[in-house]
Every structure is written in C-alpha cells, then in structure tokens.
T-cell receptor, first 111, second 116 residues
Framework: TQLLEQSPQFLSIQEGENLTVYCNSSSVFSSLQWYRQEPGEGPVLLVTVVTGGEVKKLKRLTFQFGDARKDSSLHITAAQPGDTGLYLCAGARQAGTALIFGKGTTLSVSS | GAVVSQHPSRVICKSGTSVKIECRSLDFQATTMFWYRQFPKQSLMLMATSNEGSKATYEQGVEKDKFLINHASLTLSTLTVTSAHPEDSSFYIC????????????FGPGTRLTVL
C-alpha cells in the first residue's frame, strides 16, 4: 500500500495550459515537500509546507497543504516547456524522520 | 548554502566487487542522513537512515550486510554495496538533514551504479 498516493502519474499538455497534481494520504504528515527531478540528477526542493491549510506560491506554481495535513496539491499556471520533468511529493510523518515519497508525476509540456 | 555532494557520480563494476559511495554535506552539519534507491521511471525508495556515531536503521527488506552504512562524521556518510550483482544496478541518492532543522532535507545529485 502506497502511503502517499500521487496523481496523475503521467501528464502531457500544451504550453499555456494549467494543471494540478495531487498527493493524498489517509495519514497525517508533520510536513510535506514538493520536489522536481531531472533525469540523472537528485531531487531539487521546491517548497515545504507544515501548517494545515497553508498556501505557498512560487512564481507560476501554487502549493497547498490540506487542512487536516493529509493531502497536498501543486498547481501550475500557464505551463511552459521548461516545466517538463518529474514532480515528487514527499512527506514526513514526524519532524526529523525520513521522507516518504509518492510515485511521482511525469510532466511533459510541448510547445 | 545547503549543498550535498555524492561521489562518484557514476560507477561501473564487475559482479562480485564492492563499491563505496560517499555523501557529504558541504556547508552544514548533518546528524542524520538518508539513503534512497531509485529504479528507472520510479520514485525514491528509502533504504536506511544513517545517524552520526550510531548504527544505521534499515528499512524492511534491505539487507544490512549487503548495504553497509557508515556515518563517521557530521558531514560524511558512506554506503558500501558489498558483492554487487546486476540486480543492484540502480540510482542511489542520499539526503542530509541539517542539524536542528527537522523539516528540511537536501538531496545529493545521485550515483548511478551499473553492475556488469
């Protein structure tokens, strides 16, 4: 059983479209992170959310942590080809513990 | 700041040999480091938690005698794959948690291991 269910697994869209990636769990997380990973490289941290209901924005990316701290979403506005990559959500059940990763979302944005 | 390096970035070895992978936190101290394995087109799977000065904690299904972890200082953890076999070929990634900053982890660039 996957502790963090991430969806969709694959997403192929046109430049300019909006998209949302979801990360859901039946468990409560102390914090949740979103990463982006390029092929052959390690994940790069995009954002950390720790407070239920928290919303963070990073340019065209909007991250939300659910009120109950069991789910999160990543919304990209006006996607660009440079957004192409693997997006991973990861959560820590308790502060300081190892991250549990979702299966990832492979995003492809074509021009 | 918060840079994590891994060495080597890529290694090819013969079946039966051992390979050591280093993970260093370059500009911060890390009491805890984590080792992950990632197969092609899959997500990261936690292998073990490495604590400075103590034995590593391994996840279920990970052989501690095959994947030896040493965390001898606050900036260095090593993973040794002993008697490597082709099925051990994978992308190994470490992360380091800055001491005192429980909600943050920074990842290394990964090591691609290929066992022939």
């Amino acid at each position: 059983t996957q502790l963090l269910e991430q969806s969709p697994q694959f997403l192929s869209i046109q430049e300019g479209e909006n998209l949302t990636v979801y990360c859901n769990s039946s468990s409560v997380f102390s914090s949740l992170q979103w990463y982006r990973q390029e092929p052959g490289e390690g994940p790069v941290l995009l954002v950390t959310v720790v407070t239920g209901g928290e919303v963070k924005k990073l340019k065209r990316l909007t991250f939300q942590f659910g009120d109950a701290r069991k789910d999160s979403s990543l919304h990209i506005t006006a996607a660009q080809p440079g957004d192409t990559g693997l997006y991973l959500c990861a959560g820590a059940r308790q502060a300081g513990t190892a991250l549990i990763f979702g299966k990832g979302t492979t995003l492809s944005v074509s021009s | 700041g918060a840079v994590v390096s891994q060495h080597p970035s890529r290694v090819i070895c013969k079946s039966g040999t051992s390979v050591k992978i280093e993970c260093r936190s370059l500009d911060f101290q890390a009491t805890t480091m984590f080792w992950y394995r990632q197969f092609p087109k899959q997500s990261l799977m936690l292998m073990a938690t490495s604590n400075e000065g103590s034995k590593a904690t391994y996840e279920q299904g990970v052989e501690k005698d095959k994947f030896l972890i040493n965390h001898a200082s606050l900036t260095l953890s090593t993973l040794t794959v002993t008697s490597a076999h082709p099925e051990d070929s994978s992308f190994y990634i470490c992360s380091a948690r800055p001491t005192g900053r429980d909600n943050e982890q920074f990842f290394g660039p990964g090591t691609r291991l290929t066992v022939l």
